[in-house]
């Protein structure tokens, strides 16, 4: 075998494997990282109807978000809920902390941005779309046909934050205590071409736009 092939086939085998090898060592830095305990305290100023439980599942579902974040790359991930939000705002003033964890976990610093919903209860942009796909994906469910919602999308609803974003797996559902209220997780892959209230069963979206969720980038 030529000498050049062997060269070349050796150094791709490496990179292969470098860059294999940092994937896995980042997603295992994110997973395993210990948040700042006074996290919660500051998410309990915001939300003091929640006890421990519900704050670590916040801090868990914060862990998410970071996971979808690197997942991501370089493009946006809006943040879709108002409680997981504020966690991540708490954590961002450990200012080294932060920077360290952004560095080793995500490769990169990661800026906050605002909470973002959707444009309507049945238009989504890129960002939220995203999130949805990734969020869908980390915990295996269909984004194009989901069985439930993934936390990220669900625990404002969970936990009762009077401020936050609630979806809905289906908001044509009248018998739902949200009913009109929610965003529409089925319309989040449509396009601002549909139109129509949550609740509008003659939405132009129908069964179109279940179809349509979870595209690729």
């Not at 295996?140 to 934050?161: A, C, G, Q």
Request: with cysteine; hydrophobic share 35%.
């Amino acid at each position: 075998m030529d000498i050049n092939i062997l060269i070349v086939f050796g150094v791709v085998s490496w990179l292969v494997f470098f860059f294999y090898n940092r994937h896995k060592k980042r997603k295992a830095f994110i997973g395993d990282f210990e948040f700042p305990v006074s996290i919660k305290k500051g998410i309990n100023t915001t939300y003091p109807h929640l006890n421990n439980e519900e704050l670590e599942l916040v801090i868990d579902t914060l862990r998410s978000f970071f996971l979808i974040s690197y997942k991501a790359k370089l493009k946006p991930v809006a943040m879709p809920s108002q409680v997981v939000d504020v966690a991540w705002h708490q954590f961002i003033l450990f200012t080294k902390n932060y920077e360290m964890f952004c560095k080793k976990g995500i490769g990169r610093f990661l800026h906050h941005t605002p909470t973002e919903a959707m444009k309507s209860k049945t238009t989504a942009q890129e960002g939220i779309k995203r999130a949805w796909r990734l969020a869908c994906h980390l915990e295996h469910i269909n984004p194009k046909s989901p069985s439930r919602l993934p936390m990220l999308f669900d625990i404002d609803t969970k936990l009762n934050i009077e401020d936050g974003f609630y979806y809905s797996k289906n908001c044509k559902d009248r018998s739902s205590p949200n009913y009109g209220k929610n965003y529409c997780a089925s319309h989040i892959g449509c396009s601002s071409g549909c139109g129509g209230s949550s609740g509008d069963s003659t939405s132009s979206c129908g069964g179109s736009c279940g179809s349509s969720c979870g595209g690729g980038d």
